[in-house]
């Protein structure tokens, strides 16, 4: 398992990380610990969660998939072997249950010191190694869904924020922050508040990338390359599209969409088509179609690491595959040519 730099921290994650939004949903405490045990032993030393974790998000169940992790860290005492990456909720008026005063969530001085607290406490940790921003507190297109970008008159400011973090850095509750569902506008600013103010700089870049979503290659990939924040790729399976187990209208039982019917992200008008035209040249090159898409991504220069969920080990066991796999040109040139014929569906 490749090592790569997390930005200019002097931290190095693995090129796989491990999505654990399922955790205390999908999944138990104790198949939580068990997927997180293959993963270590696999060589995977990158945790990837949020505060509003397991999805979908309610109420009910917040913050589980933290507790999670912080039991198996605390049973299996191995803290510093893993990098834990965590993440606050930006502005949201649905997310009022995560702060004590309720309303809406912000990524302000205040709530962002009471969201590590919470995280920390959930962890059974005193230290996040990645802490980033889960959407921006400004209007924009986020989770595939699209927004105005004109300005709020009351946003929280990218310097507030990043000031928020900053402090968080010098008592030692975080060693590095990131930034995710952001634009190569705010990555910059990001970027040069903390050149003009001595705040931490972004580490990371968490975004959507899958060969259904590869925007970030637009003006992103620049931003990362140039500026040493590189792509920590959510979804890069399209939430299970690119396995081709939802082929044909298929519903597996026990499967994200089957449970929650979240994925209208990947079912826009003629998604259907580019998928099954990726499955059948991954079959056609006698590869997994979800191999094949993770394996072409991994191998993109501005790409950190490539978050995956699995909900069992045999899921874990076929994702890992992809990490051993090098495609042939005829397989990559027959990806590009899918691509150019329709270039992210499902933005």
Same mark, same amino acid.
């Given at each position: 398992?490749?090592?790569?730099?997390?930005?200019?921290?002097?931290?190095?994650?693995?090129?796989?990380?491990?999505?654990?939004?399922?955790?205390?949903?999908?999944?138990?405490?104790?198949?939580?610990?068990?997927?997180?045990?293959?993963?270590?032993?696999?060589?995977?030393?990158?945790?990837?969660?949020?505060?509003?974790?397991?999805?979908?998000?309610?109420?009910?169940?917040?913050?589980?998939?933290?507790?999670?992790?912080?039991? &198996?860290?605390?049973?299996?005492?191995?803290?510093?072997?893993?990098?834990?990456?965590?993440?606050?909720?930006?502005?949201?008026?649905?997310?009022?249950?995560?702060? #004590?005063?309720?309303?809406?969530?912000? *990524?302000?001085?205040?709530?962002?010191?009471?969201?590590?607290?919470?995280?920390?406490?959930?962890?059974?940790?005193?230290?996040?190694?990645?802490?980033?921003?889960?959407?921006? #507190?400004?209007?924009?297109?986020?989770?595939?869904?699209?927004?105005?970008?004109?300005?709020?008159?009351?946003?929280?400011?990218?310097?507030?924020?990043?000031?928020?973090?900053?402090?968080?850095?010098?008592?030692?509750?975080?060693?590095?922050?990131?930034?995710?569902?952001?634009?190569? &506008?705010?990555?910059?600013?990001?970027?040069?508040?903390? !050149?003009?103010?001595?705040?931490?700089?972004?580490?990371?870049?968490?975004?959507?990338?899958?060969?259904?979503?590869?925007?970030?290659?637009?003006?992103?990939? !620049?931003?990362?390359?140039? !500026?040493?924040?590189?792509?920590?790729?959510?979804?890069?399976?399209?939430?299970?599209?690119?396995?081709?187990?939802?082929?044909?209208?298929?519903?597996?039982?026990?499967?994200?969409?089957?449970?929650?019917?979240?994925?209208?992200?990947?079912?826009?008008?003629?998604?259907?088509?580019?998928?099954?035209?990726?499955?059948?040249?991954?079959?056609?090159?006698?590869?997994?179609?979800?191999?094949?898409?993770?394996?072409?991504?991994?191998?993109?220069?501005?790409?950190?690491?490539?978050?995956?969920?699995?909900?069992?080990?045999?899921?874990?066991?076929?994702?890992?595959?992809?990490?051993?796999?090098?495609?042939?040109?005829?397989?990559?040139?027959?990806?590009?040519?899918?691509?150019?014929?329709? *270039?992210?569906?499902?933005?």
């Amino acid at each position: 398992m490749r090592l790569n730099p997390l930005g200019r921290t002097g931290i190095k994650v693995t090129e796989a990380c491990l999505g654990t939004m399922t955790f205390g949903q999908q999944n138990s405490e104790a198949e939580g610990h068990a997927i997180m045990d293959a993963a270590l032993a696999a060589g995977i030393n990158f945790l990837d969660v949020a505060e509003t974790y397991p999805v979908p998000p309610i109420e009910k169940t917040q913050g589980a998939s933290e507790r999670i992790i912080g039991t &198996w860290i605390k049973a299996r005492r191995n803290r510093d072997k893993v990098v834990i990456a965590t993440k606050v909720v930006g502005r949201a008026t649905h997310f009022g249950y995560l702060r #004590d005063a309720g309303g809406e969530t912000r *990524p302000n001085r205040r709530q962002i010191h009471e969201a590590v607290e919470k995280s920390l406490k959930r962890l059974q940790t005193d230290y996040i190694d990645l802490y980033q921003l889960h959407f921006p #507190d400004r209007p924009m297109k986020t989770f595939g869904v699209p927004a105005a970008v004109a300005p709020a008159p009351d946003e929280v400011s990218i310097e507030e924020t990043l000031a928020a973090f900053g402090e968080l850095v010098a008592q030692g509750k975080i060693r590095a922050v990131g930034v995710s569902n952001e634009s190569a &506008w705010g990555a910059m600013r990001y970027v040069m508040a903390s !050149e003009a103010r001595g705040l931490p700089r972004i580490a990371s870049i968490q975004n959507a990338y899958s060969l259904l979503a590869r925007s970030f290659e637009m003006a992103l990939a !620049e931003v990362a390359i140039r !500026e040493d924040v590189g792509l920590l790729a959510y979804s890069p399976l399209a939430q299970g599209y690119l396995t081709g187990k939802y082929q044909g209208g298929a519903l597996p039982q026990g499967s994200r969409k089957q449970l929650f019917d979240r994925l209208q992200r990947y079912e826009n008008p003629g998604t259907e088509a580019i998928i099954d035209k990726y499955v059948a040249l991954a079959r056609k090159h006698g590869l997994s179609p979800g191999a094949m898409s993770l394996a072409y991504a991994r191998k993109k220069p501005f790409m950190t690491s490539l978050i995956f969920g699995a909900t069992s080990l045999a899921q874990l066991e076929e994702n890992l595959a992809a990490f051993a796999l090098d495609l042939p040109e005829e397989v990559t040139a027959g990806i590009d040519a899918i691509h150019r014929e329709r *270039p992210n569906p499902a933005l």
